[in-house]
């Protein structure tokens, strides 16, 4: 973000909405964390009661990518149900209240947005993905 930032202000000769830049980053990752922790107690606990191990035995780097991949999908269907149905709308709209589309609007989120997250993801922890796998591709 810092180079973007100053590419926008050198090479573009633009001015660099700094501001919004911190706010977007405060207002997304640094409060987020805490409620982070709901989602990942959540998820192991779900993993924890949860009668398939599909993934013992499986090499690490294998359910590494696979995780991946399943993340990936679970993000895919959180994301688009957010700009669905209305009370996820009302979580995930502060992401595109930002004035200047930017990197570090990506990362303007609602602080518990992640507790929404867990219905998305909890098929990872289901099938057996281990908790510190999910925490390593999410």
Not at 8 to 36: C, D
Request: proline fraction near 4%.
């Amino acid at each position: 973000m810092l180079s973007e930032g100053l590419y926008t202000k050198f090479a573009r000769k633009k001015q660099v909405p700094w501001k919004e830049m911190i706010y977007n980053l405060n207002s997304g990752h640094l409060i987020m964390w805490i409620f982070r922790g709901f989602e990942i107690v959540g998820y192991y606990y779900i993993w924890l009661h949860s009668p398939f191990r599909l993934f013992e035995g499986v090499p690490y780097w294998a359910t590494v990518a696979i995780a991946f991949i399943c993340w990936d999908f679970g993000f895919y269907w959180f994301h688009r149900m957010h700009h669905k149905f209305p009370v996820l709308w009302a979580l995930h709209n502060v992401h595109h209240e930002g004035e200047h589309f930017n990197l570090s609007l990506g990362i303007r989120n609602a602080w518990f947005s992640s507790i929404s997250a867990l219905p998305f993801y909890s098929f990872m922890a289901i099938a057996g993905i281990p908790t510190e796998i999910f925490v390593l591709v999410a």
